[in-house]
């Protein structure tokens, strides 16, 4: 089992950057995939950025040019630095951890951290 823990949510103004961190509880070098998803209120979640063992990264429209998923694997953490945030920006962040097994795919999920994006 793995526990995500994020943090650096809050309120910025527009065109303002935050940097998100996601903390695991053990080795992400063992996970398939890191990620960003996002849900805002009436939403379904949404992938945001999504980052591989390999480094491959990947990014939903909305976000390219603007944000920046990255892995320390040496602190077993994963960062998403938002740059040039919008009000639209505005929603729960959720760490995703996926790891394939011969039975399929298993999730993990931290709890979310809140940004607000508002003058």
């Known amino acids: 089992q793995v526990q995500l823990v994020e943090s650096g949510g809050g309120l910025v103004q527009p065109g303002g950057s935050l940097r998100l961190s996601c903390a695991a509880s053990g080795s992400i070098v063992s996970m398939n995939a890191m990620g960003w998803y996002r849900q805002a209120p009436g939403e379904q979640r949404e992938l945001v950025a999504r980052?591989?063992?390999?480094?491959?990264?990947t990014y939903a429209d909305s976000v390219k040019g603007r944000f920046t998923i990255s892995r320390d694997n040496a602190k077993n953490t994963v960062y998403l630095q938002m740059n040039s945030l919008k009000a639209d920006d505005t929603a729960v962040y959720y760490c995703?951890?996926?790891?394939?097994?011969?039975?399929?795919?298993?999730?993990?999920w931290g709890q979310g951290t809140q940004v607000t994006v508002s003058s």
């Open positions: 980052i591989t063992s390999t480094g491959s990264t």
């Open positions: 995703n951890a996926a790891r394939r097994t011969i039975l399929g795919t298993n999730n993990y």
